[in-house]
Every structure is written in structure tokens, then in C-alpha cells.
């Protein structure tokens, strides 16, 4: 049943998508090379993206992985290819030249029975080209696959859900190509200047590139002229343009600091549910923040409910999430969603996720990841009916461009990983270590097994290896006996000093529960080799995470 309900929701969030401004370059496109041809073009156009973009998305981790590329590369070379389809549909001779090279793949495929060149044929080139290069929205989708593979689901699970997405995604386009059919075969005057009406439809896609490529830097420096103006709680700010009701509190396993709650009950009272995981460094680094909300506006009506939901096994551990809760303060009640049921119930889709809940119990307010603490606590404040300023201050840290992103060791959500052999699933195996590294990239050497969502070593002296970019670098770290275990931390070949983190003292970290541990603390942001070495086998590490 949960399946079901999986692919259909992936199917509507793609019909949804056709309101949303990644679409834009996409209509004129679809409109434009339906115009012409046979009746079954706009079917190929519609199959050729739907196949197209399923498999982008299903092949994307592997693609990035193997060629170590950038995400943000691949998303300003899709509208790079955009841009040329612009420029194409605006001149004629490349138009011309364009159109040579479509109905000659199609005459290509109908040699094998695929059709006539001016139909069905002929469109699946041009979707599939629309698919490939459509990755701006691919966001949601992969989301909803990361979620999947934390639930621990299949990935033929995986490959009927992007379907879906894409399905949903196809359909209106498809609705619009043929009602832009069905306009142009009624009224002569548009049948004549098909030219004109092509060039029209290319101003539309090379606008609409402008607008996805440039429009929010050039937003932002618009916004950063502007003084910024005392936080006041006589507002909503950012709010909801349409509030919905909370969802409930789904299958939760046990409750800390409180007693079962349901949200239906707390009507009349201002909620915040914090959606956290006590090994997620950007979850922690909030949590200071949630805490001097909870002890400032508890007896003025906020609850605070911090839903505890899990990114590793080991974070179902209820001892592990109880001494989290101690070591970070927590007083507020913290519900444990081991299944991921209430995360599944709230939509959600990011660690650490905010949402503001007014008396009425309608969600009313937002905000996912870290940063604006003015703006959540100005409108707890606001709901509360308090006036005055925010009293707890502080903004997210800002993070070089180019800092290593979270890497994870695991084989299930790998990337960029070097050495000899590939990454063997499920086996101990003994690794050769790259000779040398690009930038981001990581090696094993010595005995290791690979696991889905970690790594055990199986010998006295494994090696872990990352080449990374940062100030600060964690690891979730933990041993598969549960007795403290030592590990060798250096940088750069040579002992941590001054740059060891606050859990690496000397080079050495004791890793006792699994949890995560700060190995590095850089003066400033800078790339560096980091070499960990086991000194005994079953110390597991599951991912790196960086800070500035």
C-alpha cells in the first residue's frame, strides 16, 4: 500500500510541475517541434522525454560518480543546450539544419520498423533531447529517491517512482502539444507564419533560460541593496501563501521528555516541529538555537516537538538518541520516528526541517536547512501575540562555493570514490589505494567491507583516505562491537597540531558510541589530504561532513 501511495504521489508532483517556472523553457520546445510533422509526433516527443529523463535520473549518481563531475556543471550545461535550442528555433538556416539531422535519426529508425520519419519517429530524438537536458527540475524526484533508499525500499521501487514523475510530468505537455496542434490546423493565419510563431517560441526559451541561469543572483544582489530593517513580530514574514493542516504524528516508537502527544490536541497552543538526526552536523548546529526558543517562549504557548528521524541504523538506537538529547540540552519532548512515518506524513524532505504550526493547527511557516533564526523566531513571536524584536539572533554559517560536499561511504549513496578495486558490496575485501586523489575524492586501503550505508575495517591497519575543501571535517563514526576502539587522524601526511578538531586531540580520537566526531579545525577554509588509520578491526565510518 505504501508503495502505491509512493509512485502515486511522485506521479502528481510531476503534474504539478507544469506551474512551476523550470517548465517555461520547456513548453515552447514541445509546442514548437509538435508543430509539424505527422499526427504521432507529439506522442514521440512526450515518450522520447519521458524515457529520457527517467533514465537521466535513475543514471545520474553513476554518471557523476564515474566522471567526478560537478552537479551545478551539469545543470548550466542543460541550459546551455537549451540556449542552442533557442538560438536554433530563432534562425532559420539552423533550424533547417536541425530539422536534417531529426528526420535523418528518423529515417535511421524507421529502416527497423519504427515508424514514419514525420511522425512517431521523428519526435522521440527531440523528447529525448528535452528529457536529457531538463535537469534544473530533477530536484524533487532525486529527493524522493534518497528518501526511498534510507527507507530501505527496492530500486525497481525506485525506477516505477521516477516513472511516475516523469508520466506526470509528460502528460500536460503532451495536452498543450496537441491542443497547439489542433489551433494551428484551425486557423490558417498561424499555419502560414509557422516561422514567426517558431521565432516567438525561441524568445520564450532563451528568456526563460535568462531568467533560470542569472534571475536569482541578480535577485539577490537586488536584495542585498536594500538595508535590512529591524526584525519586528507585527508580521508573518515569509509565511505560507496557502496554509494547510498539520499532519499528524505518525507511527511514533517512543517519546522523550514528554508524554505521547497528537497534534489535534494542541490546538489554541503555537507549534514548532523540528525534524532532526543527532549524527547530521547541520541539525547540531540548530539545535542551540531550538533550545533558547524552548526555555524563552515555553510558558508563553510555544511546544516545541523535535521529531527524531533517522539518516543511519544506528540512529534508531533510542540509548543513542537519549544521549543526544542529554549532551545537547534538550528539554523540549522529542518523538522518535524510527520508520520514517511521520516524515513521510509531513511531505518532508531535508534534515533539519522547521515547521510552524499556528493555534488553529495550520501549517503557517517553513524553513529547511540552517539560517534564518530571526525570521522563525520573529514569527513564533508574532503568533504568540508578543510584540517587540527577536531576542535569540543569528544566521546559517556561509560555506565556500567550492566546499566538499557530504560524502558518503557507504555503497548505496557513494560518489567519487578512487582506488583498486571498485567498490565491493557486502565482501571483505583488501583495497589498493589511489596514488593520488582529486580534489573531493576519497580511497580505502587495506582490508575493508563495504556495506550499503557504511564501511567496517577488517584488519589492524585499514586506511581511509580524502582529498576535501573545508575548515571544519566530520565523520559518523562508530564500532561494530560497541567498545571504545582508537584512530590516527593526520593532514597532510603530518600529525593534526593545531588543526585538530575538538574530538581529535593529539591525532587520536577514541570513537566509542556511533555518532559524529569533529576531526579537523582549520584556521581557514583550505584543501588538504586527511588520512585516518584503524588500529584495531570494527571501527565503522558511515559519511564526512564540512563546515566553514
Not at 508503495?3 to 517555461?24: K, Q, R, T
Not at 489551433?183 to 516561422?195: D, E, I, N, V
Not at 498539520?246 to 497552543?269: C, D, F, R, T
Not at 581511509?464 to 584512530?487: D, H, N
Request: charged content about 15%.
Amino acid at each position: 500500500m505504501h508503495e502505491m501511495l509512493d509512485i502515486l504521489l511522485a506521479f502528481l508532483e510531476g503534474l504539478a510541475l507544469i506551474a512551476s517556472p523550470c517548465i517555461l523553457p520547456v513548453l515552447p520546445l514541445v509546442l514548437s517541434a509538435s508543430a509539424s510533422g505527422g499526427r504521432g509526433r507529439p506522442f514521440g516527443i512526450i515518450a522520447g522525454f519521458v524515457a529520457a529523463f527517467s533514465a537521466f535520473v535513475l543514471l545520474s549518481r553513476e554518471i557523476v560518480e564515474a566522471l567526478h563531475i560537478d552537479t551545478d556543471i551539469i545543470r548550466y550545461a542543460s541550459l546551455g543546450l537549451l540556449f542552442l535550442l533557442g538560438l536554433v528555433l530563432l534562425f532559420d538556416k539552423l533550424s533547417e539544419i536541425f530539422s536534417r539531422l531529426t528526420q535523418g535519426a528518423a529515417e535511421f529508425g524507421s529502416k527497423f520498423g519504427t515508424g514514419n520519419e514525420d511522425g512517431f519517429a521523428s519526435g522521440l530524438g527531440i523528447g529525448a533531447l528535452i528529457g536529457f537536458v531538463w535537469t534544473p527540475c530533477a530536484g524533487p524526484i532525486l529527493a524522493a529517491v534518497l528518501v526511498q533508499a534510507i527507507r530501505q525500499q527496492t530500486n525497481l521501487q525506485s525506477v516505477f517512482v521516477t516513472l511516475a514523475f516523469a508520466f506526470g510530468a509528460g502528460l500536460p505537455m503532451l495536452a498543450i502539444a496537441l491542443m497547439g496542434r489542433k489551433l494551428m490546423s484551425r486557423f490558417g493565419f498561424l499555419a502560414k507564419h509557422t516561422a514567426a510563431l517558431r521565432k516567438v517560441f525561441a524568445v520564450l526559451i532563451l528568456a526563460s533560460v535568462a531568467y533560470l541561469g542569472f534571475g536569482p543572483q541578480v535577485q539577490t544582489l537586488f536584495e542585498s541593496s536594500v538595508p535590512a530593517q529591524q526584525q519586528n513580530a507585527d508580521r508573518l514574514e515569509d509565511g505560507l501563501e496557502n496554509p494547510y493542516p498539520a499532519p499528524e504524528l505518525k507511527g511514533i516508537q517512543a517519546w522523550l521528555n514528554s508524554e505521547p502527544l497528537v497534534l489535534s490536541n494542541l490546538k489554541g497552543k503555537v507549534v514548532l516541529i523540528d525534524f532532526w538526526t543527532y549524527s547530521c552536523i547541520n541539525c547540531v548546529r540548530t539545535l542551540p538555537y531550538i533550545t533558547a526558543w524552548d526555555r524563552l517562549y515555553r510558558d508563553k504557548g510555544l511546544v516545541i516537538i523535535g521529531v527524531h528521524s533517522p539518516e543511519f541504523e544506528f540512529e534508531k538506537n533510542i540509548d543513542n538518541i537519549k544521549s543526544a538529547v542529554a549532551r545537547y540540552g534538550i528539554g523540549y519532548p522529542v518523538a522518535v520516528d524510527n520508520n520514517l512515518e511521520t516524515w513521510v506524513n509531513f511531505k518532508n524532505r531535508y534534515w533539519p526541517a522547521h515547521y510552524l504550526i499556528d493555534q488553529n493547527g495550520q501549517v503557517v511557516y517553513t524553513h529547511f536547512g540552517e539560517g534564518d533564526y530571526d525570521v522563525t523566531e520573529n514569527n513564533i513571536r508574532y503568533l504568540l501575540g508578543l510584540k517587540g524584536t527577536a531576542e535569540v539572533t543569528g544566521a546559517a554559517e556561509s560555506f565556500p562555493e567550492n566546499q566538499t560536499p557530504e560524502t558518503y561511504l557507504g555503497y548505496a549513496r557513494a560518489e567519487r570514490f578512487a582506488g583498486s578495486p571498485s567498490l565491493q558490496g557486502d565482501d571483505s575485501v583488501t583495497y589498493m589505494p589511489a596514488l593520488s586523489l582529486a580534489e573531493h575524492g576519497w580511497t580505502l586501503g587495506g582490508k575493508w567491507k563495504v556495506e550499503g550505508e557504511k564501511i567496517t575495517a577488517q584488519s589492524n591497519d585499514a586506511v581511509l583516505r580524502l582529498r576535501f575543501r573545508a575548515r571544519k571535517a566530520f565523520l559518523v563514526m562508530g564500532t561494530s562491537s560497541g567498545a571504545p576502539q582508537r584512530i590516527i587522524v593526520t593532514l597532510n601526511g603530518r600529525p593534526l597540531g593545531k588543526n585538530a578538531g575538538k574530538d581529535a586531540k593529539n591525532g587520536i580520537v577514541t570513537v566509542g558510541m556511533h555518532t559524529l566526531y569533529e576531526l579537523v579545525n582549520q584556521a581557514s577554509s583550505q584543501g588538504g589530504l586527511l588520512e585516518i588509520k584503524t588500529t584495531s578491526p570494527g571501527f565503522e565510518a558511515y559519511a564526512f561532513t564540512f563546515g566553514d
